[in-house]
């Protein structure tokens, strides 16, 4: 028999930041330097065939527009049970906004046991160059650890393949 489970799973972070883009990349392998940002809260589903028996869907929530005011609603975080947080390494103040959002998700949802809904923390547009934040990226293990984060990748929507070192 076949078991399925649905995970809402939320993308989070500063406007511009590539969320929208990484959810492309993830579930429909594609990239774009345009993505209308559309007002309201989008959804992507990722089917992951987890072995013969369990299929899991992943239902990534992409936060469209309201970003722009560094909170959501407690309505759009309801029920979540992973979160990815999304910076971009070539502006600083987007990371500096981490916290912020680490603190919001924290504060308005938790699982049904009442933990923190874990969160991974995405060092995205790592094909370009970590303007002002090449300190901060190889202490990122301590910040996540400090911060309450399950772990850390560096990413990139626009050329997995081009990952600086
Ligand atoms: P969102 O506002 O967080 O959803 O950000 P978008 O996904 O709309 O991306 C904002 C801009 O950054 C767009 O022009 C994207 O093409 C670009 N972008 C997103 N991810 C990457 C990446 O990994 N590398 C590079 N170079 N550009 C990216
Ligand atoms: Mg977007």
């Given at each position: 028999m076949q078991q399925e489970h649905l995970?809402?799973?939320?993308?989070?972070?500063?406007?511009?930041v590539g969320k929208t883009?990484?959810?492309?990349?993830?579930?429909?392998?594609?990239?774009?330097?345009h993505y209308r940002a559309t007002i309201?809260?989008?959804f992507?589903?990722?089917v992951l065939n987890w072995d013969n028996h369990i299929v899991i869907r992943l239902q990534l929530w992409d936060i469209a527009g309201q970003e722009r005011y560094g909170n959501m609603t407690r309505v759009y975080y309801r029920?979540?049970?992973g979160a990815l947080i999304v910076f971009d390494v070539t502006r600083a103040s987007t990371f500096d906004a981490v916290p912020k959002w680490k603190d919001d998700l924290d504060t308005k949802v938790t699982l049904s046991n009442g933990k923190h809904v874990p969160a991974v923390l995405l060092?995205?547009?790592s094909d370009q160059s970590r303007d002002g934040l090449s300190t901060q990226i190889p202490k990122l293990d301590t910040f996540c650890k400090e911060n309450g984060f399950v772990g850390w990748?560096?990413?990139?929507?626009k050329d997995p393949e081009q990952l600086l070192r």
């Open positions: 995970f809402k799973v939320l993308v989070i972070g500063d406007l511009g883009s990484i959810i492309k990349r993830y579930v429909h392998q594609i990239f774009s330097q309201g809260v989008d992507a589903l990722k029920e979540a049970v060092a995205n547009k990748f560096e990413t990139s929507a």
